[in-house]
């Protein structure tokens, strides 16, 4: 028996305001549905951030339909849990349910364990740090039924584990219900996998299925995972997805003509554009003279930024054929302002919008309930 476990899939994301790459998501994306459906795998696990966002556009949610429809015709089935991405803080119902109510995918993500072809399945949607304490009791009883099942079990969530991340951790390895055969993981969005002595399967991660604005400009190879259980033992086989190329360079500002050239020969046979990034570093720069350099590489890039790297002068980037754009750059300075990535989805993608288009009343709600989940976290 096979099945595919895909995570990080954000559908809907439209990095740097370009539509080429939100299709570049989608493309990805329908590559690991296809491949899945080749190679005859019997379901399909999506380990959460199904979604950029929590409200996300229509053309996202008709390609995660279109996507679900496809393995249905096929005879495979699907399950998911919610990352927080895909978990609005504002009460409403996450879109991600309206697949499992029409019976295309099936929802996993309370903790409760249901059994499908002799599989013991169970998942655990995104649980906030301050939460875990609550879940150890829960992961006993998932465990206790783990324990009591003599086929393949399969834990799936959405958490950081601290061995494989140490400042995304959230979990230590020990803290996870032991007697699973394999540990289907979302949300880091590197390709890892670790076998660890005191469980009984692998804990994998299959990596987000394409960069996003948070990991930055860099070379990456992006997949998932296809895992044999036919045996004993769970098998994960990792697929790389045919993703748009990204690189990323540093030059001294004497230097900045031959680097040039020396991408421009590096770039110029790749059929679909690449994204860059030039770190140039200096003391004495003329930005005039970078953007006449970098506009050489217009015809060969999607996008390309360029940074300059020095004391006196402050980072700056720019794009060949367009202003920078805002919503990632207040992304990542309300990172960096606020300390996770969390937060920062919070404050500009939940209530900034709402504030932006007059839902005062909305905004407040949001604001009202995270302040009383932080005086209850508090007083514990």
Known sequence: MLFSHISDTHLGLVQYGSEEREQDVYH?????IDTSIKDHVDFVIFAGDIFHVPNPNGTAIVQMANALKRLKQNNIDSFFILGEHDISRIRTTPIPYVYHNL???RYIGQG???????????????????????????FAEV???????SGHKILVMHQGI??????????????LPKDFTYYAMGHLHDKDIQQFNHLNGPVAYPGSIELTTSEGIKEARKGFFEVDISTQEANPNWIELDTRQQFSFKTEYEKL?????????????????????IK????KIETDYIQAQISRLQA????????????????????????????DEMFRLSVDALGSEENANFAVKELLPLLSTGQIKEASQIIVENFEKFKKEKQK
């Open 28 to 32: 990805v994306f329908n590559q690991a």
């Open 280 to 283: 140039i570093q200096g003391e």
């Open 300 to 327: 060969l890039t999607l996008r390309c930024f360029w940074r300059i790297t020095t004391k006196e002068i402050s980072e700056s980037s720019v794009f060949l054929d367009r202003p920078n754009v805002i919503d």
């Open 162 to 175: 601290s061995e494989f991340n140490k400042f995304a951790g959230e979990l230590l390895s020990t803290d």
């Open 112 to 138: 409760k364990p249901i059994e499908y072809k002799k599989i013991l399945l169970a998942g655990f949607d995104k649980i906030r740090k301050a939460e875990i304490p609550q879940f150890e009791k829960k």
């Open 103 to 105: 019976e295309f995918s």
């Open 143 to 149: 465990n206790s039924i783990a324990k009591d099942h």
């Open 257 to 277: 003509s031959e680097t040039i050239d020396e991408i421009s020969k590096k770039i110029s046979d790749i059929q679909r554009k690449p994204i860059l990034e």
